[in-house]
């Protein structure tokens, strides 16, 4: 779970660039925020919104405020990009979060480890001496309840879904945790009109041995937490 002090229900008025925007608070004062995500966010960050900023008041910071959560309809998604990691690093050391292609019991993990030239945000190793490469990913974007995966092309994520199929040459075990960042979804699935070669990644991956997960959230303007396990579906094309 995680919480945010200090948070403030404001307008959403414009997005200048990737990292700050501009909203309104009640008494009509104007305040500059940073966007806590560099994607698009175009379907969520419409001006008129209503918008969760959390006040952060350092003398390094160029902005008093982070912009963590937007009101789509009646639903809160937070934004967060750090958000996913923190929450599946909490999954994993309650054992919330578990891998079905492990036979061995969880001895340690790690952040932010390093294969050939590629960052991954976790390894799992057992007791069995297996050894689990996890990549998570937030995700912002629904349609109908649905959830895809990416706002944007990202040659970033192509490029570690691709390094993970190859990590099998050298005994690796590979998995993807995608954090829907909102509670209503019946599944989630990869964004093949955005990027078909991700699309394509993911059906190679998946008949290679990798697992891909979906966890949705409940979400509130200052509150986040992982709520179930949702189906994953892939394009077959």
Wanted: proline share 3%.
């Amino acid at each position: 779970m995680a919480e945010y002090e200090a948070v403030e229900i404001v307008i959403f008025k414009e997005r200048q660039n990737r990292f700050i925007a501009t909203c309104l608070k009640k008494g009509g004062e104007e305040i500059t925020t940073h966007v806590k995500n560099t994607g698009r966010c175009k379907e969520l960050l419409i001006p008129g919104v209503e918008v969760a900023v959390n006040f952060q008041d350092k003398p390094t910071r160029k902005t008093k405020y982070d912009l963590i959560a937007v009101k789509k309809k009646n639903s809160w998604f937070n934004i967060d990009s750090q958000l996913p990691n923190n929450l599946v690093e909490e999954g994993i050391k309650q054992n919330l979060i578990k891998f079905d292609i492990l036979k061995g019991e969880k001895l340690t993990y790690k952040r932010e480890y390093t294969y050939k030239d590629s960052r991954f945000d976790f390894l799992i190793e057992t007791n069995l001496g297996e050894r689990l490469l996890i990549e998570v990913k937030g995700m912002t974007l629904e349609d109908n309840r649905v959830g895809s995966f990416p706002d944007a092309p990202t040659l970033r994520g192509l490029k570690h879904v691709e390094t993970l199929i190859d990590s099998k040459n050298d005994g690796y075990l590979r998995g993807v945790i995608f954090v829907a960042q909102f509670e209503n979804i019946e599944f989630g699935t990869i964004n093949h009109v955005m990027q078909p070669a991700l699309n394509e990644a993911f059906k190679k991956g998946i008949d290679q041995g990798l697992d891909v997960q979906v966890y949705n959230t409940r979400v509130t303007p200052n509150l986040v937490e992982i709520d179930k396990k949702i189906p994953f579906k892939i394009e077959k094309g």
